[in-house]
T-cell receptor, first 115, second 109 residues
Framework: GAGVSQSPRYKVAKRGQDVALRCDPI?????LFWYQQALGQGPEFLTY????????KSGLPSDRFFAERPEGSVSTLKIQRTQQEDSAVYLC?????????????FGAGSRLTVL | AQRVTQPEKLLSVFKGAPVELKCNYS??????LFWYVQYSRQRLQLLLR??SRESIKGFTADLNKGETSFHLKKPFAQEEDSAMYYC???????????FGTGTRLTVIP
């Protein structure tokens, strides 16, 4: 596609529910990132993939958060047993090269609201 | 530890006036610095990066290692510059960008 595509754009979950957020990066982009952006804050790094390998997951806030990119293209961020503090916009970004975040192309984000 | 500080959450200037968005960083090595911008109802996108030493949409930013700053400047603000601006840092050998909290710029007609 022409850009990074994320779905769903909006998700409302009841506390305790599991959610899955999808990211479809630009075709051919090796590097893929997930960021969490809380209201009034800048994006905060969650995890990084180089092709299908998850090279850095140091930003995942708890073991309720899990990300995968099994075939090196589409990625899914899963949040289990959602809590209110998980409410945020989840941004996916990709870049062409293997040296990580040089020029990132961002998706529109998935806004998660946990009630 | 790396840190990016944008001291102004909100900044308003009149059209045609100079604008400077401040960014200070804390990092022990040689970082790469970036400015990202988010216009209303649009995605976060790269504005400029210090290693390119370029002017984009009239904006420039100079990395000052002595003051650990990377302020974004434009001599004459335009209404279309109104947006959210984020300063970001990439550490040596790091994979990810570390973002500041952002400054919302409003250019008053």
């Amino acid at each position: 596609g022409a850009g990074v595509s994320q779905s769903p754009r909006y998700k409302v979950a009841k506390r305790g529910q599991d959610v899955a957020l999808r990211c479809d990066p630009i075709s051919g982009h090796v590097s893929l990132f997930w960021y969490q952006q809380a209201l009034g804050q800048g994006p905060e790094f969650l995890t990084y993939f180089q092709n299908e390998a998850q090279l850095d997951k140091s930003g995942l806030p708890s073991d309720r958060f899990f990300a995968e990119r099994p075939e090196g293209s589409v990625s899914t961020l899963k949040i289990q047993r959602t809590q209110q503090e998980d409410s945020a916009v989840y941004l996916c970004a990709s870049s062409l090269g293997v040296s990580g975040a040089n020029v990132l192309t961002f998706g529109a984000g998935s806004r998660l609201t946990v009630l | 530890a790396q840190r990016v500080t944008q001291p102004e959450k909100l900044l308003s200037v009149f059209k045609g006036a100079p604008v400077e968005l401040k960014c200070n960083y804390s990092y022990s090595g040689s970082p790469e610095l970036f400015w990202y911008v988010q216009y209303s109802r649009q995605r976060l996108q790269l504005l400029l990066r210090h290693i390119s030493r370029e002017s984009i949409k009239g904006f420039t930013a100079d990395l000052n290692k002595g003051e650990t700053s990377f302020h974004l400047k434009k001599p004459f603000a335009q209404e279309e510059d109104s947006a959210m601006y984020y300063c970001a840092l990439k550490g040596t050998g790091a994979n990810n960008l570390f973002f500041g909290t952002g400054t919302r710029l409003t250019v008053i007609p």
